[in-house]
């Protein structure tokens, strides 16, 4: 979702790029080079990492918070083994810059997060393990450049980012997605967990690519949110969504559902001042993806899903 508009913008600018995912070699843009490889394996890494001067690692589990808590291994393990050997395998192969992404979810719940605050709190219980995850890779970045003096590692915090190539399988897909999907579908009345009180700071994945090639050229080894810095409210969304449906759906709050933590606000004002301002608003983001999605069904299921894997083997998609 985020590396394909991160690899458009970096063949823009020249770059030779390399793809390590498992994804299917569709979906890969046919002016960069395409590895399809399990970055769970230290020695697929250091493939992919040989003779690259920057490495964005793009590797994370995304499923809603129902998959969660269910699949908690799912989530931590996976993530805690690619990350450790992508970051050290850069390393070995002389890597001048990194960036790791890390989550949203590293937080504890708060109105507004702030990038120094992470290691006061714990992880949201919706985000336990996952958090806890991205969190482990956040301090391998920070052990590295204290040891090493590899002062060229950059972390991001992306809040709910959305766009195509998303996720939308209907058992695990996050709330923009199976919102959007089930619109679509024509799903009348329209029935959406708790009272569409809870805010979330959403931002569309073409802003987050924009973001991190900023992070790499001028972040210097900082941690940056990237986030739109504004809340929008779930029943907001679901305005947005509907209203772009003809007939428009009645929508029925189930309110026995959870809603999730209340406000989740990222504060952008460190990436702000090094010139990261998001372009997609939130109406222009739902509008194009929606329209996206009606004409891209048959290809959402050409993304790799772990949850999906018969085997429960390989790894999630990387970029």
Known sequence: MVGIPLVRMLLEQ??????????DASRANPKAEFKRTDLRSFDNCLDACRGMDAVFNLLCVKGSPAVTKTRPASFF?????????LMEAARQAGVKRYLFTSTVGVYSPAEVFH?????????????????????MGELQAQAYQIEYGWKDITIV???????????????????????IKRAVSGEDPFVVW???SAERDFIHAEDVARGMLLAVEKGGGQILNLGSGAGTSIRRLVEIITGQMDPRPKVVWDTSKPSGDRKR???????????FKPAVTIEEGVKDLMKWYRENRDRTGKRYDIF???????VPAAG
């Open 157 to 179: 915090r992306p809040a709910n980012v959305y766009g195509p190539y998303d996720n939308f399988d209907s058992v695990n897909a996050t709330v923009m997605a199976s919102l």
């Open 14 to 23: 020249g770059a030779h790029v390399r793809i390590a995912s498992l994804d």
């Open 308 to 314: 999906n894997d018969p085997g429960g083997k390989a």
């Open 265 to 275: 606000v990222m504060d952008v004002s460190r990436a702000k001042a090094i010139g």
């Open 194 to 196: 708790g009272d569409g």
């Open 115 to 135: 990038e120094d605050d992470v290691w006061k709190t714990f992880p949201s219980e919706n985000d336990w393990f996952a958090g806890w995850a991205k969190r």
């Open 77 to 85: 393990v996976p993530m805690i083994t690619f990350n450790t050997n």
